[in-house]
């Protein structure tokens, strides 16, 4: 297909909806910043041109660079000595697709075909040129610094001046009137209506010292004039209807560009930043919201809608995204948000993390924190049911918000961090913190004995008023509305991957909960048969943490360290009853326009409005996304060959032919996208080499080696960042030479020579083989013997390693439950008695608390010493239990003995002398818990009764022994 058509369709695809939306301020778009260091010959961005292709073509003060958004290829004097000059200052292409260059003191060249060529340098060589304007019909007219107008039309140059009625020979712009005549801004002249050759209308009502430096004609036939210390005038019928300056919020009145992009507002470039004028008021933008320099040369919007900014400091590109970013630009005080929450009027409010509470939208951003009585962290939001919101925060309990107020708190509160506040149906308030579960009725909060100093996270009111609680190491419980009775639901290795529990969602058809892990990925509890099912990274799950779960019928939303995943709720559900499943969704980072990729695990960190978009807490800001306008690029991205390099020098242009004994054939291409040119991916393929498609990733370039002489094509094709793939694939045909050994006669003679020596040599080789046939034999039985011996050995070894734990070298969980199944299993067959002690130490927070983390390491380790060493003398199986805790599983030891065993073991701890400061002896205690079952018992039943007895021993005090008896 020719390239131009392949362009022109990509063009009419383009959706308005990827153009700079006017609903967005500028700081929400996304800006990115190219310089010397990404490869530009210079920062100064004169001009920027989109060329048939798709390439940008940017002029600078050390030459013009052509730019695919990845790489930029530099033309200058170096490899193209027809530019008279470095100093680019502008560039045209004109509809025969040849490329104008016009240089800022050496005249004109032009590019055709790849080459660049002077052009009339007997007229025109010593030319400043300003501005190229081409017509439709293929005539360029060319502003000059001195020089007047030119008209180019073929090959003849035409030159006006003054002499012609000009009145000033400096010209600036050019802007076609819609008439077959021109506007042409001048310095000293204002500016002019040129048609025939001659001068018939002119401006300079407005115009500081008659010098207009831009000058744009609207659809609605309003001239638009930057001028040089007036800012904009807009003139209309004849008369000057009103100027855009500095107080209208112009970041300064000496304009150098204009530009009218397909949303239809108006770009206006200045010497001291840019700015968006929408009708009322001008937005501007500047360095301080990321321009690397004031100073705008150039603009240009591309035909996917991307908005291009030359500066005096760079190249930028504006762009829109998917998500829709609030950070400090925007009014935020800090980075980091916890929790967001939209009331009952549409306000959406976010807490902070040390900058109070945010009312976000609708704007202004406005924020309420110790200055209002409030508290500078907030980790949780609740809006209540008479419209008042409760506001969890860290380390100064639960206050009660309403009309922009504190009215109350929650009394009796220790100042834990609050994780996550419910109000159950029956007006209850259930508050998670991080050390412990609160119930709040009538103004009271009772703490739940089940979950004393331990780590909580979310919290799901069930049908039946009960609630599910999720932990930070314990995994998921259930509690009844009450809070009298608590049970575990699912742990690590009993349905669950990980026992950190950080989010949990009401799947949409109310047949399950989804629930969120760290490091265990996504699980779900069905409610029909109690189990719980997992994905994790491996299961093609892309994170295995999972922050927050949003579940909106037909996708799951789920937030991690690595951005926002969407994926199809039904390819989930299908991969979790073991069905063939793809679970490639979408992934949004910081190139779709979230703040952070880093999102946070307080709640609610993800809220779904009442208008269905999503609102997501990051380390960096607040993104939002609208799933009901997801907008993609639809342009599909023209795919090119651009370079054949063989043994590492460019291949001449034309057909293309690699000469005899080349070694390596290097291809490189790209595809002309320059919305996310970063995550545009390639397949290609070398017909007559490749047996199928080579999926390249975004690499931009195939390398070959050795090629057999013959006839090859490659063929190359692109997609875009979603998905939308080129419209046709660039091929490239090219034949590989032989060597004179590889022409088909010096083959023959080779043939026969070779055969007749292997006739020769055969006989002789038969005879020597089945002398050495025996010998090998022998030789490999016994290497095989060796392999098979070390084979076992090692695998021994990995085995045993799989078994301990890593900080204190005894056995890990794991080991622990398979011990555990199989000391149950021959307790049952043999009638035999089987005892299991639970060892916490006690105080173990406060001790990490006051004495660190690494002293609380070595105090794990002592203990596990301990116990080990006792246990080496009286039998059993020590390890590791989770965290502060150890197990002690002792086989055919009745209750009575390991009651015994484990008080003297209590003494054995106290006796030791283990420094800690947070107890009031001074030294590490323990408290044990003791349970025993004689015949059949069960594993689960055996942790719970053992777990009981830990409970009492430390609720009645600590550094004691309970014994929970087995149910006969």
């Known amino acids: 297909m020719n390239r131009s058509l392949v362009l022109l369709i990509a063009l009419l695809s383009v959706t308005r909806a990827l153009a700079l939306d006017v609903n967005r301020a500028l700081t929400q ?22 060329s048939h292709e798709g390439y940008l073509w940017i002029g600078t003060e050390e030459g013009l660079a052509r730019f695919d958004g990845i790489r930029f290829v530099v033309r200058d004097r170096q490899n193209a000595p027809a530019l008279r000059s470095p100093f680019i200052s502008c560039v045209a292409e004109t509809p025969d697709h040849t490329l104008w260059i016009g240089t800022y003191g050496g005249g004109i060249a032009r590019m055709r075909g790849g080459r660049v060529e002077d052009f009339h340098p007997e007229l025109l060589a010593t030319d400043r040129i300003r501005q190229f304007h081409a017509m439709r019909d293929g005539t360029l007219f060319i502003a000059t610094a001195g020089g007047g107008l030119l008209r180019i039309d073929g090959d003849r140059v035409t030159r006006f001046t003054t002499r012609d009625g000009l009145p000033s020979d400096r010209i600036w712009a050019i802007e076609d009137d819609g008439d077959g005549g021109l506007w042409v801004a001048t310095h000293g002249g204002g500016v002019v209506r040129w048609r025939n050759g001659r001068v018939v209308q002119r401006i300079t009502t407005g115009l500081p010292n008659d010098v207009a430096r831009a000058v744009l004609r609207d659809t609605d036939g309003r001239l638009w004039i930057g001028t040089d210390g007036g800012g904009v005038v807009v003139w209309q019928n004849g008369a000057i209807v009103r100027s855009v300056t500095t107080r209208d919020g112009l970041p300064n009145d000496y304009v150098r560009t204009l530009l009218r992009d397909s949303n239809g507002s108006l770009w206006i470039g200045t010497d001291n930043g840019l700015a968006r004028w929408r009708g009322e008021r001008a937005e501007p933008m500047g360095i301080a919201e990321g321009l690397p320099n004031g100073g705008i040369r150039s603009l240009l919007e591309d035909r996917e809608r991307n908005l291009w900014v030359g500066t005096a400091g760079g190249l930028v590109r504006l762009r829109d995204t998917r998500v829709l970013s609030y950070t400090r630009r925007e009014g935020l005080p800090v980075d980091t948000i916890r929790a967001i929450l939209e009331d009952r009027d549409g306000r959406v409010w976010a807490g902070t993390e040390g900058g109070g509470l945010c009312s976000v939208s609708p704007g202004p951003v406005r924020c309420l924190s110790k200055a209002e009585g409030l508290h500078d962290s907030i980790y949780a939001l609740l809006e209540s ?21 504190i009215v109350g708190r929650v009394p009796g509160l220790p100042n834990d961090r609050v994780r996550a506040l419910v109000e159950t149906a029956d007006g209850s308030l259930w508050i998670s913190k991080s050390a412990g579960l609160s119930l709040v009725r009538g103004g009271r909060a009772t703490p739940i004995k089940a979950f004393e100093d331990r780590q909580l996270r979310p919290l799901l009111e069930l049908r039946d008023g009960s609630l599910l609680v999720g932990t930070d190491g314990a995994g998921l419980w259930r509690v009844d509305r009450d809070g009298t009775h608590a049970r ?3 742990q690590l290795g009993h349905g669950l991957e990980s026992d950190r529990v950080f989010s949990l969602a009401m799947d949409s058809d109310g047949t399950g909960v989804w629930i969120g892990t760290s490091g265990g990925g996504l699980s779900r509890l069905d409610f029909a048969t109690n189990r719980v099912h997992s994905l994790m990274r491996r299961d093609g799950l892309h994170d295995d943490v999972v922050f927050q779960v949003v579940d909106t019928g037909a996708d799951l939303w789920l937030t991690s360290n690595r951005g926002l995943y969407r994926v199809a709720r039904d390819r989930v559900r299908a991969a979790m009853d073991g069905r063939k499943s793809d679970l490639s969704g979408t992934v949004y980072g910081t190139t779709d326009g979230m703040p952070s990729a880093e999102c946070v695990g307080a709640w609610p960190s993800v809220m779904r409005a009442r208008n269905g978009k999503l609102w997501i807490a990051t380390a960096r800001g607040i993104g939002v996304v609208d799933p009901k306008n997801d907008t993609r690029n639809m342009v599909p991205p023209p795919v090119y060959v651009e370079e054949v390099l063989i043994d590492g020098n460019a291949a001449p242009p034309g057909p293309l032919r690699v000469r005899q004994g080349a070694q390596r054939v290097e291809l490189r291409y790209t595809a002309l996208s320059l919305r996310a040119p970063e995550r545009v991916t390639f397949r290609y393929m070398l017909e007559g080499y490749d047996p199928n498609w080579v999926d390249a990733g975004t690499a931009r370039v195939a390398h070959y080696t050795k090629l057999a002489p013959g006839d090859y094509t490659f063929r190359v094709i692109a997609t875009n960042e979603d998905g939308v793939r080129s419209r046709s694939e660039a091929r490239l045909a090219m034949t590989v030479d032989p060597r004179w050994f590889e022409t088909w006669w010096a083959r023959l003679l080779g043939i ?14 038969i005879a020597a083989m089945r002398a050495r046939k025996n010998e090998e034999l022998a030789h490999l039985a016994t290497e095989l013997e060796d392999a098979n011996r070390q084979l076992a050995v090692a695998n021994e070894r990995l085995r045993a390693l799989s078994y301990v734990d890593g900080l204190t070298g005894v056995a890990n969980r794991r080991r622990f439950d398979e011990a555990l199944e199989e000391a149950c299993s021959a307790a049952g067959q043999h009638g035999a008695p089987l005892s299991l002690v639970l060892i916490d130490l006690d105080h173990f927070k406060r001790l990490n608390d006051s004495q660190g983390h690494q002293i609380g390491d070595e105090a794990l380790r002592a203990m596990a010493t301990l116990l080990a060493t006792r246990a080496e003398s009286r039998g059993g199986l020590v390890a590791r239990f989770g965290g502060e805790e150890f197990a002690w599983l002792l086989p055919g030891v009745a209750l009575d003995a390991a009651r015994a065993e484990a008080e003297a073991f209590r003494l054995v701890v106290r006796d030791a002398r283990i420094r800690h400061d947070g107890t009031a002896s001074g030294v590490m205690t323990a408290s044990l818990g003791v349970t025993a079952a004689t015949g059949n018992a069960a594993p689960l039943s055996l942790v719970a009764a053992a777990d009981a007895a830990l409970y009492r021993a430390k609720s009645g005090g600590r550094d004691r022994v309970e014994v929970e008896p087995m149910a006969s």
């Not at 778009?29 to 989109?50: D, K, M």
């Not at 008479?386 to 309403?402: K, N, P």
């Not at 026969?752 to 006989?763: E, F, M, T």
């Open 29 to 50: 778009a996304r800006l990115t910043v190219w310089t010397s260091e990404s490869g530009l010959p210079q920062t100064t961005i004169n001009t920027i041109v989109q």
């Open 385 to 405: 049911r008479d419209g008042s919101m409760w506001i969890g925060t860290d380390g100064a309990g639960v206050v009660r918000f309403r009309d922009g107020k």
């Open 488 to 490: 575990v639901i699912a």
């Open 752 to 765: 026969a020579l070779i055969a007749a020596a292997i006739w020769g040599a055969l006989r002789i080789r």
